[in-house]
């Protein structure tokens, strides 16, 4: 799914365009069980002789038992290989609030409002774009203790980009967020979710680990069943060590965040920042 979202009201293209963000992302993510096609490499990819260039979507299937849902396999043994992360320790309940914000539509500082009440951290992957457009509210997020992770400047497909644009697309937010605010940037999020197992290597070499999710909603744009439903398929999908995506750009989680989080930590679940999974490793990948 790439179509622009005609609701979005922010002013000139590449906002409109940013507004695919984790939109086809999330939308694999929620119910995706189709294996991605392979493609040809970008001319510019200079691949070792064991990558593979297999141009992935990720994908997990939503179950409501509060296990670890079903992924694509190889994909995720692939973050694994690179060090990325798709899920916290399987253990432990312990879940994983993230963001993608590849435009603002007013609602962000409601989240961090609602994440400061609740002492609750997260990461926020933002764009260039963003950046630019929004540079107090990059400041708050890490005034308030919340990580800023990498979603590239442009919003491209990785998979189709030279190894150079790919360094070039990190390396310019992540100078403007160290530069706005001292932060060091460590985590990306390609995308749409889409990657490579070269895509996946070239982030290690940049000193990034790719991040993706075990819960996500279609929640880029108004839900039919409101913020309730938003609330709802989240609550029944947490599990131990559960990476949940959110986009900050939703009407529908800004009203049900607080209650969102008191009905997760009502299970027993603690709410953990990003960068505390590095301590783990993760082996146990459903089939």
């Not at 969102?260 to 082996?283: N, P, S, V």
Request: proline share 6%.
């Amino acid at each position: 799914m790439r179509k622009i979202d005609p609701r979005v009201g922010v002013a000139g293209a590449l906002a409109a365009l940013l507004a695919i963000g984790g939109c086809a992302s999330a939308q694999r993510g929620a119910a995706q069980t189709s294996h991605p096609a392979v493609v040809s490499p970008s001319v510019g990819q200079q691949k070792t002789v064991s990558e593979d260039l297999t141009e992935r979507s990720w994908w997990f299937v939503r179950n409501t038992d509060h296990t670890t849902p079903r992924v694509d396999q190889a994909g995720a043994r692939l973050v694994e290989k690179y060090e990325g992360i798709w899920i916290g320790p399987t253990d432990q309940k312990k879940v994983y609030l993230t963001f993608d914000n590849g435009y603002e539509n007013g609602y962000t500082p409601k989240v961090l409002d609602a994440l400061k009440r609740n002492h609750v951290p997260a990461i926020f992957f933002v764009t260039g774009h963003y950046v630019d457009s929004h540079p107090e509210l990059v400041k708050r997020m890490v005034q308030e203790g919340h990580l800023v992770g990498n979603h590239t400047e442009h919003h491209p497909n990785l998979t189709k980009v030279s190894d150079e644009k790919l360094a070039q697309e990190l390396q310019s937010v992540s100078d403007k967020v160290e530069q706005l605010t001292g932060q060091k940037m460590r985590f990306m999020r390609p995308p749409e979710g889409t990657y490579n197992e070269h895509v996946l290597a070239q982030a290690k070499k940049l000193g990034y680990r790719t991040v993706f999710w075990t819960e996500a909603i279609a929640d880029w744009k108004p839900l039919p069943g409101g913020p309730q439903e938003a609330h709802d398929k989240i609550v029944s999908g947490v599990h131990p060590g559960a990476v949940i995506l959110l986009h900050a750009v939703s009407p529908d989680d800004v009203q049900v965040l607080d209650q969102m989080i008191r009905d997760i930590r009502a299970q027993g679940y603690t709410f953990e920042r990003i960068d505390t999974i590095l301590e783990h490793t993760h082996t146990d990948v459903p089939s």
